[in-house]
């Protein structure tokens, strides 16, 4: 949600947080000094990034080839390429996008703007956006108060029930980690309302919720 803010320049949402996007910046410098302090030219690596983009966007990047390309969203890339190719070939199966693979030269020496490597500190969620691992770097940091605002904010903005059910899922994860398990279990609950809403009865998904109310009733 907040990389589909960026891009579609919703002031709203961004206004909303903007807290958070500042601290992110902030933190993604600091790793950036701490990972790429004195390296040169001949540091420079290869990273990708597969997605889909609209036949609009797709026409008007190819009228600025050879061109600059910028983004005004927090970009998640890999040095992975066979991931991101095929991320960008499942894309295909839409007719109203089209796959890209992009193929970036970094030189750490030149940049403009900063980056760094979370591969420690992130985790990857099945069909998440930027938000759940950017979220999740700041749950490996212990800000849990940052973490809970942010995920209030976007459970607040979206309409979509597995979205939301993963968010209740992620706060009860947040809660249970505190030892707060009278308000994990509230949030499991309530996760797994919202996924019964979507999904069969046999989806993994719901054993899991089950899962978590259950060891949160032993815990209580």
Known sequence: MLNRAL?????HIITRLGFFIGDLHRQIEQLHQKQYAGTTATDTFTLYRGQGLST???EQMMKNKGGFI??????STSNDC??????AESNQASPDLFGILFVMKVNPSQSTAPFA???GISQEFPDSEGWYRLGMVLIKMDQF???EDIYQVLLNQTMDHEDKSHIYHLLGSIKKDQGEYQEALTFYEKSLA???????????NLAASYDNIGVD????
């Open 7 to 11: 891009r579609m320049m919703d002031a």
């Open 56 to 58: 609009g966007d797709f």
């Open 70 to 75: 910028s983004f005004n969203n927090f970009l």
């Open 82 to 87: 066979d991931l991101f190719y095929a991320f």
């Open 117 to 119: 490597s979370i591969a």
């Open 145 to 147: 108060d940052k973490v």
């Open 194 to 204: 919202s996924y019964r809403n979507t999904l069969p009865p046999n989806h993994p």
């Open 217 to 220: 009733v032993i815990y209580k």
